[in-house]
């Protein structure tokens, strides 16, 4: 095992699957399970961490956003969606919309449904990730993406849940595969036991809080520990479902008797919805559920997927769960948690308060709401929103007698759905207003108003601030029971070695046909960390469609540097759109950039536009994960080299220094450099004014050299239908 040392931050390399050698490598539980799903390819590649990889999911979730995916699925030419089974429409964004505009939406995604035999819950029926873990299309050992971030919520469960985009969707309706780039693995430790009135909300509150320098940015987390058998299942999904803002592409807890017990209680509640008959009797028994049954629960008894002792992990994070308050997080960024004692002193006034959401609506949730505001009224001035996370929550709510605790208390009932989570419906933040909400997000102004303030908070912590008036605890909650409120005990630790980078170093990588064998070109160097979508490609000309790939090159990077195309222009070796011989290298300008490149908006034109530009490739100490799925399947490559950021920032930074732009405040640089890079072996070679220098960057997988060879996504999906 590799040696630790303290750090802030870790490094990846990245690569294609690994080659087996003596033994097999050893691999995490996430590893094993993407294994599981990893198609074409060859018998003797063990996936780990870092590699590309053509995943066939079990599942694919899309909800209002399913409009999009048709379009997009029409629009490459496809007709026939490959596997019925796959696909799972929710409809539950904007679920209190009843215009004309917006029933027309929903009807003709319904109807496309109908029309392809795909599995359909309309609005009403629940918050997508809800319904995916009431229905068993998320499941242990299984692997279900979604059209949306916080399908991180299914480890919970676990099962490997992590977000796409659309173009994806609509691949892996017409071909029933996408591609995906395993990310680092991160192992999370949780120890000890909460103290009474201490919450899984409170756990990821204070992990987003505390570790709070992108010590998790694109990784998957495996949470172990002897704490986590004492954390209930709804625990596990709130904790699940917030890694998402903690920066993770995936949050997953082990498959433990705790599971298996939760999904005995689920069997028994599905068997008991249907009349006891006596065997003597000659009736056939009822139908299982199609996914949630006694058969696929044995299954997942006898046939245990467990990381192996020897895996390979980028950081281990411990967390002492004994250790640990209460804690709110905001305002406007889960960047900031408080301890509650600390935070309530200051008796912060709220005008709203919020029950809602896929994070922490569910009927434990809910009980434990009523439990706080029973006897008691909503405080004047205050309205205190509740939905439930789906129309079998609210059921379960109501025999309990909980939700109408709640309504009695003076809770304004909304339909089950996102609604005020997403600034939606009934119900937002107006200006100067100040919330708690036991959601997953308080960015500014997403829940309303910009000049408004967001916190967020556990249940029960939500309904006391309701009732208070102020955010507060509970009544219930003893502070003699509780750890000290400065006393949380963590650690963060990195290998100081990475086998895999040695691994990497070591063998060149197959090319195939048709990809390049080096690309090439000017470095064009901008000195920035976070460069966002907006400031590559800006928001006003989003959703101007008949905006040509030639004018996306012209208006690239027109936020962040007006100067910047005529600049690309000028050091074009080639024309961008180019044709090339078997066996020629691609010329063109290489864009160097910082740290989280790309981070921000979904929108594909960021990608679309570099590449209409002149820039093939980009270079970057780090990218927003959504950025890069989009750049790859638009055939834009990208490519991870600190040092070379490193070696430029050092020579052409203000101060030297990440994120400050050039010494003489530049915005974009040209060093005079120019770049090799060889996609076999990932050698980097440098030529500068002051000679040449060497690095090194993890050569892309087979996977990604298809989509390349085929202009992206969309053109290896029109070739897989013709095939």
């Known amino acids: 095992m590799p040696s630790y040392i303290i750090l802030r931050r870790g490094i990846l390399s990245r690569g294609f699957a690994t080659v087996v050698g003596a033994g097999r490598p050893p691999q995490t539980y996430i590893e094993k399970v993407v294994q599981k799903y990893a198609v074409d390819l060859p018998s ?47 409809l539950d964004h904007d679920v209190q919309n009843k215009s004309e505009k917006n029933l027309t ?27 995916l873990v009431e229905e068993g299309y998320a ?82 987390i495996e949470f172990v520990g002897d704490g ?79 990381s192996d002792p020897n895996a390979d992990y980028s950081a281990h994070l411990k967390f002492d769960l004994s250790t640990l308050v209460p804690h709110v997080s ?50 004047q001035g205050v309205q205190f929103y509740v939905a439930a996370a789906s129309s079998e929550v609210q059921a379960e709510s109501e025999r309990r007698g909980d ?47 910009p000049n408004a303030q967001a916190y967020l908070a556990s249940p029960a912590v939500v309904a006391a601030s309701a009732i208070s008036g102020y955010i507060s605890s509970p009544e219930s909650l003893d502070p003699r029971t509780l750890p000290p409120s400065d006393g949380l005990s963590t650690s963060y630790a990195t290998p100081t070695t990475s086998p895999r980078a040695a691994e990497a170093s070591s063998k060149d990588e197959p090319l195939l046909p048709g990809f390049p064998p080096q690309f090439t070109g000017p470095i064009l160097f901008a000195p920035q960390d976070n460069l966002n979508t907006d400031g590559i490609y800006p928001g006003k000309y989003t959703y101007q469609d008949d905006i040509t790939l030639e004018r996306q090159g012209q208006i690239v990077m027109e936020n962040y540097d007006p100067t910047f195309a005529s600049t690309v222009k000028g050091l074009l070796p080639a024309p961008a759109n180019a044709k090339l011989s078997p066996g020629e290298d691609k010329a063109g300008v290489i864009l160097v950039s910082g740290y989280n490149f790309g981070t921000g908006s979904s929108r594909e034109q960021a990608a679309t536009a570099l590449k209409a530009a002149g820039i093939p490739l980009v270079i ?29 920032t050092e020579l052409y930074g203000k101060n030297q220094r990440r994120g400050e732009g050039g010494k003489n405040g530049e915005l974009t640089v040209n060093p005079s450099w120019s770049i090799k890079i060889s996609m076999s072996n990932g050698r980097v070679q440098v030529e500068t004014p002051q000679g040449s220098k060497t690095y090194h960057v993890t050569p892309i997988g087979i996977s990604v050299q298809e989509l390349w060879t085929y202009g992206g996504l969309e053109g290896y999906v029109l070739n897989s239908i013709k095939e």
């Open 105 to 131: 939406k929903y009807a003709s995604i319904e109807r496309f449904a109908r029309q392809h035999d795909i599995d359909f819950y309309p609005a009403g029926r629940g918050i997508g990730h809800q319904v």
């Open 620 to 648: 970057a100490g780090s990218f927003g994960d959504i950025f890069k799925r989009n750049a790859i399947n638009n055939g834009l490559v990208c490519m991870e080299c600190p040092e070379l950021v490193s070696d430029l």
């Open 403 to 449: 939700w109408g605790t709640l309504i009695g208390a003076g809770a304004k009932v909304l339909p089950a759905g996102c609604g005020p989570c997403i600034g939606l419906g009934t119900g937002l933040l107006e200006e100067g207003e100040i919330g708690i909400s036991a959601t997953n997000r308080n960015y500014k102004g997403r829940m309303g108003h």
């Open 330 to 379: 905001g305002p406007n960024s889960v960047k900031i948690s408080t301890p509650l004692p600390v935070l309530e002193k200051s008796k912060i006034p709220i005008q709203k308060a919020y029950l809602v959401s896929c994070t922490n609506s569910r009927a434990s949730d809910l009980a434990a709401a009523a439990a706080v505001v029973k006897g008691k009224k909503v405080a």
């Open 44 to 90: 003797d590649k063990v996936v780990r961490a870092g590699d590309y990889v053509m995943i066939r999911p079990e599942h694919v979730m899309s909800h209002d956003n399913t409009g999009p995916i048709i379009s997009k699925f029409k629009a490459i030419g496809a007709t026939r969606i490959r596997n019925s089974r796959q696909p799972v429409f929710t």
């Open 139 to 220: 499941f242990p050992h299984c692997l279900t993406v979604a059209s949306d971030s916080h399908s991180n919520m299914y480890g919970g469960v676990g099962c490997v849940g992590t977000p796409i985009v659309r173009t994806d969707g609509a691949a892996i309706w017409a071909t029933g595969k996408t591609w995906w780039q395993v990310p680092r693995m991160v192992k999370v430790e949780l120890t000890g036991r909460l103290a009474a009135g201490v919450t899984g909300k409170d756990v990821i509150v204070a992990l987003c809080g505390t570790f709070n320098k992108d010590e998790v940015l694109n990784a998957a």
């Open 228 to 306: 986590i058998p004492s954390l209930s299942i709804d625990d596990r999904l709130a904790i699940s479902n917030m890694t998402t803002e903690w920066g993770a592409l995936a949050g997953v807890f082990p498959v433990d008797n705790v599971l298996f017990n939760w999904y005995e209680g689920v069997l028994d509640k599905l068997e008991k919805r249907t009349f006891h008959i006596p065997s003597s009797w000659s009736i056939p028994a009822p139908p299982s559920h199609p996914r949630l049954n006694r058969r696929r629960l044995d299954q997942i008894k006898s046939s245990p997927i467990v």
